[in-house]
């Protein structure tokens, strides 16, 4: 009942599934934190700028973000990050679509975070004498991280779901490989059992374990 | 909070500040003066690309209105369909008994682990399989299918957060003047919870209308962005144009949404009517993700 999936690479597809996740998570975490930054920072232009990106990219669709990096940055403009073969070409577009729009979110959940620590311990720090770098960066962001790890593992979670989009320019992930093979077997519940499997493997350990982790290092107040 | 992190800036701060806007502001300058002579470089700057969506109203008539249409009407139906789907399945499970709350939390919690792209290509085959809905409505029943699955299940998180938020003396006052299990539910819970939820459903409008993307990109329903890719066959190339009036449509719908759901958040906490128990715009971005472990404030109730 099972020997059709010998002539998939299902485990391939996953891994690709899981390094488009782990890529874009570290490059939104970066460019997210900085967003966060530039959004409750003392200058006017910079937080601006910050709530503009947030404002626009939450509400574009990721499905326009990554099709237009294919269609748009690549086939029109011609920018291929560095790759050659059709096929990493699309795999880094992807993950630059999942990190632009993916980092709005973290920037949100950090600044949620930032909202949680008290007043009293950014006035504290400035009564020191710190100035906006070490405050945010001594003080604030370290306690801030410390409770945004419940937000931001949702936000990871929704990435790894996210991923499948890319199956829309063609990166060999999980739900291109499900498309397929639904399309060349009459297996159809078997086939989507499988593959949905697949998902709730990723995602669920790792919202109980980030879970476990958050409630850990979260700040008792 | 933001002004507690920094002093009143002094004639430094205030000199280093300008620096930082002065270096922000060539670096966006470089940024957008590098995609205007890519753009001019490739040609997609062109008049011809832009005029049909400035002149004339075929582009809009042709491709975009009907576009709209689509992605408002899957977005619409699946809302319409999930909202008594997640409500049931919301109130299951707050149940007593085990054999109602179990199965429910099972349901709910694999549709939000599974994206909502492979519950789409499952429905796409499903109709093709097992019923004789024509070809040309698959995708919109299949769009539709994912959509409901995935968002029945996240309107019933938002249905149990929207119960759990009342204050516990609402229950109490019910029970003690005798009021059934069912009752406390129907007369009591259900129409504040309603009121509390109002701006948690609006802003998972959004959400829904951006998944409706996913079907015009891998399914073949012809909704608002699938129409981008066809005016970019019809007018000659202008992908960039295209896409950039259907980006900012979305925008603007999207954000529509968002304003209308926080203005109704406002003024729900404002009102004094109510018990001031209200499910924010914010609650929905963890709600969408699997909740296990997040932080929600509805654990104490």
């Known amino acids: ?221 | 909070m933001s002004s507690v992190l920094y002093d009143a800036q002094g004639p430094r701060a205030k000199r280093r500040n300008a620096v930082f806007t002065v270096v922000f502001l060539l670096a966006l300058a470089a940024l957008l003066w590098w995609v205007f002579s890519t753009l001019n470089d490739k040609g997609q700057l062109e008049w011809a690309l832009w005029k049909p969506f400035f002149t004339g109203t075929e582009a809009w008539t042709t491709y975009i209105w009907p576009g709209l249409q689509n992605t408002l009407k899957a977005a619409v139906l699946a809302v319409i369909i999930a909202l008594p789907l997640g409500a049931v399945l919301g109130i299951a499970r707050l149940s007593d008994h085990a054999w109602v709350r179990v199965p429910a939390g099972i349901v709910v919690e694999f549709f939000r682990a599974i994206p909502v792209l492979v519950l789409m290509i499952f429905g796409l085959a499903l109709f093709a399989e097992y019923t004789n809905v024509s070809s040309d409505d698959r995708p919109l029943y299949a769009v539709v299918t994912g959509l409901v699955l995935y968002n029945a299940s996240v309107l019933a998180e938002i249905v149990r957060a929207g119960i759990l938020s009342l204050p516990k003396g609402q229950s109490e006052a019910a029970m003690a003047i005798g009021l059934r299990k069912n009752q406390l539910m129907r007369l009591v819970l259900l129409p504040q919870a309603v009121t509390a939820m109002l701006p948690a459903i609006v802003s998972q409008l959004v959400v829904i209308v951006k998944d409706t993307a996913l079907g015009g990109a891998v399914l073949t329903f012809p909704e608002l962005l699938a129409s981008a890719n066809t005016m970019s066959g019809y007018y000659g190339a202008n992908v960039i144009a295209s896409f950039t009036v259907v980006a900012v449509l979305f925008i603007a719908l999207n954000f529509a949404l968002t304003s209308f759901a926080s203005w109704l958040e406002a003024r729900l906490r404002r009102s004094k009517r109510s018990t001031g128990a209200v499910l924010g715009v914010e609650d929905v971005d963890d709600i969408n993700a699997a909740e296990v472990g997040g932080p929600h404030k509805t654990d104490g109730v």
């Open chain 1, 1 to 221: 009942m099972f020997d059709f999936l010998e002539d998939y690479d299902l485990l391939g597809a996953f891994w690709t599934t899981v390094q488009l996740a782990v890529l874009s998570a570290v490059g939104s975490l970066i460019w997210g934190t900085l967003l966060a930054a530039m959004r409750v920072g003392p200058v006017p232009l910079m937080r601006g700028f910050g709530t503009a990106y947030v404002n626009i990219v939450r509400n574009i669709p990721l499905t326009v973000i990554i099709l237009f990096t294919s269609l748009g940055l690549n086939q029109t403009l011609g920018v291929s990050l560095g790759a050659d073969d059709f096929e990493s070409i699309n795999f880094r577009l992807a993950v630059l679509g999942l990190i632009l729009y993916t980092s709005a979110f973290v920037c949100e959940a950090l600044r949620s975070g930032i909202n949680t620590v008290p007043v009293g311990q950014a006035e504290a720090a400035r009564a020191l004498g710190l100035n906006f770098n070490q405050v945010l960066g001594l003080v604030v962001l370290p306690q801030a991280f410390r409770s945004s790890v419940g937000p931001l593992a949702n936000v990871l979670i929704a990435l790894i779901k996210n991923t499948t989009v890319a199956a829309a320019i063609g990166v060999a992930e999980a739900a291109l490989l499900m498309k397929e093979m639904i399309e060349n077997e009459a297996q159809l519940l078997l086939i989507s059992a499988v593959i949905a499997f697949g998902f709730v493997v990723l995602t669920l350990p790792t919202g109980l374990f980030l879970g476990w982790v958050g409630k850990k290092v979260a700040v008792k107040r």
